[in-house]
């Protein structure tokens, strides 16, 4: 018995915004005043080029995180990659409760990814990588708190409370 998901940060819109200063950048550096030589971009070492690839290719490499989480019998795992290579355990005994909790990403957290709460509360972290409002809060015995979000709601609370029922889990709320 064991519930996976995978989530990635979906930035489509940044792509448009790149593009549209992308294509500015280029429009500026062929055409204005005739445009840059050749061997004027050489001596700029090709500055207007690397302006234009070098957010497209931070975006791409963003884009490409995978936030991994398993919950099973054993505890709750996680691995946020290429951050994070090693794969995260929480055991149940070391979970004081689990629920589905609704939050507010821009309000509670400032905003999407790897995040803590504001106003310099670290003992509450959270992945968010997704414009849902609700998602798995962890609650642990040390008073830290953990939350991820999901795309699978449904399935997930079900889960939970399948889990809960057959193997009489307690952190389970």
Same mark, same amino acid.
């Given at each position: 018995?064991?519930?996976?998901?995978?989530?990635?940060?979906?930035?489509?819109?940044? #792509?448009?915004?790149?593009? &549209?200063?992308?294509?500015? &950048?280029?429009?500026?550096?062929?055409?204005?005043?005739?445009?840059?030589?050749? $061997?004027?971009?050489?001596?700029?070492?090709?500055?207007?080029?690397?302006?234009?690839?070098?957010?497209?290719?931070?975006?791409?490499?963003? /884009?490409?995180? %995978?936030?991994?989480?398993?919950?099973?019998?054993?505890?709750?795992?996680?691995?946020?990659?290429?951050?994070?290579?090693?794969?995260?355990?929480?055991?149940?005994?070391? %979970?004081?409760?689990?629920?589905?909790?609704? #939050?507010?990403?821009?309000?509670?957290?400032?905003?999407?990814?790897?995040?803590?709460?504001?106003?310099?509360?670290?003992?509450?972290?959270? #992945? %968010?990588?997704?414009?849902?409002?609700?998602?798995?809060?962890?609650?642990?015995?040390?008073?830290?708190?953990?939350?991820?979000?999901?795309?699978?709601? $449904?399935?997930?609370?079900?889960?939970?409370?399948?889990?809960?029922?057959?193997? /009489?889990?307690?952190?389970?709320?």
């Amino acid at each position: 018995m064991e519930f996976e998901e995978k989530q990635y940060l979906n930035l489509w819109w940044l #792509y448009v915004i790149l593009a &549209v200063n992308a294509v500015i &950048v280029l429009c500026i550096v062929l055409f204005d005043r005739g445009g840059m030589s050749f $061997e004027d971009l050489q001596n700029s070492f090709f500055a207007p080029i690397w302006a234009v690839l070098i957010p497209f290719i931070i975006l791409y490499l963003i /884009h490409k995180n %995978i936030l991994t989480t398993k919950l099973s019998v054993e505890g709750i795992s996680f691995r946020y990659f290429p951050f994070q290579r090693k794969i995260k355990l929480f055991r149940w005994d070391e %979970i004081e409760s689990v629920y589905m909790n609704k #939050y507010d990403a821009l309000g509670d957290y400032g905003g999407w990814g790897v995040r803590y709460r504001l106003w310099f509360k670290f003992d509450d972290k959270a #992945y %968010i990588l997704n414009d849902k409002n609700k998602g798995l809060q962890i609650e642990f015995k040390n008073g830290k708190r953990l939350l991820f979000s999901s795309n699978k709601l $449904e399935e997930l609370e079900l889960f939970l409370f399948n889990l809960k029922t057959a193997n /009489h889990i307690k952190a389970i709320q």
